[in-house]
């Protein structure tokens, strides 16, 4: 994401910090973080994860920079690095439009799957296709009205999977502070957490099995 203010009150500990960066001659690399959170989502997304899962391990791997500028190279290849560190969830409140990325992005997406890795990734807030959480390799997340945290939806019309609380929210924010914010890039780390709460008692859960896990636990299961 744009990476996780850290010592802020309402995320508390961040485990490892990093950076996709371009080096000297272009390449894109992965550093040790020393800016943190340059926008403030992020921080929010860490925040929400604290919330409902304290006693989460958090690392924070920035693809976006001042402005929420970035790029599909640094998304991917970001994304990459988080897989082959073998996390066992990896929370995406981001995605790209961009058709040229697709289909690297739905190979890692399925690496992710079968090597135990779970990407939790928001649906687009505008109806637009984008990616990866078109993928059914990945739990795709959108958002509903409901107050409480801890409640979500099965959706029985995909695309979209499942809904998390995602209207009105006051999240972390940098400065310490929080904002008042609206959208699918906080309805996933609800979810997010909520399967890092399932995956605290049951760790030997495949993605596959986790999401049955949602679906047979969804507070609109029958």
């Known amino acids: 994401d744009s990476g996780i203010e850290l010592d802020h009150p309402l995320v508390g500990r961040v485990d490892h910090s990093v950076a996709v960066v371009r080096g000297e001659d272009r390449a894109l690399q992965v550093v040790e973080d020393s800016e943190g959170d340059l926008c403030g989502h992020g921080t929010a997304c860490a925040g929400i994860v604290r919330a409902l899962a304290p006693d989460v391990e958090l690392t924070s791997v920035r693809v976006l920079g001042a402005g929420y500028t970035g790029g599909g190279e640094i998304l991917l290849h970001g994304l990459g690095w988080a897989i082959e560190q073998g996390f066992p969830i990896v929370n995406m ?79 972390a924010w940098i400065g310490g502070g929080t904002l008042r914010c609206t959208g699918n890039s906080f309805a996933t780390p609800h979810i997010a957490a909520i399967c890092a709460l399932i995956l605290g008692k049951h760790p030997d859960l495949t993605p596959f099995q986790l999401k049955s896990v949602l679906y047979q636990t969804a507070s609109n299961a029958r």
């Open 93 to 171: 409140s981001l995605s790209t439009t961009r058709t040229k990325y697709v289909e690297r992005l739905h190979v890692l997406a399925d690496r992710a799957y079968f090597r135990r890795v779970l990407l939790v990734a928001s649906a687009h807030n505008m109806p637009v296709e984008s990616f990866p959480w078109r993928f059914a390799s990945v739990i795709s997340v959108g958002s509903h009205e409901e107050p409480d945290p801890l409640t979500f939806f099965y959706n029985p019309s995909p695309p979209v999977e499942f809904f998390g609380r995602g209207l009105d929210l006051d999240v």
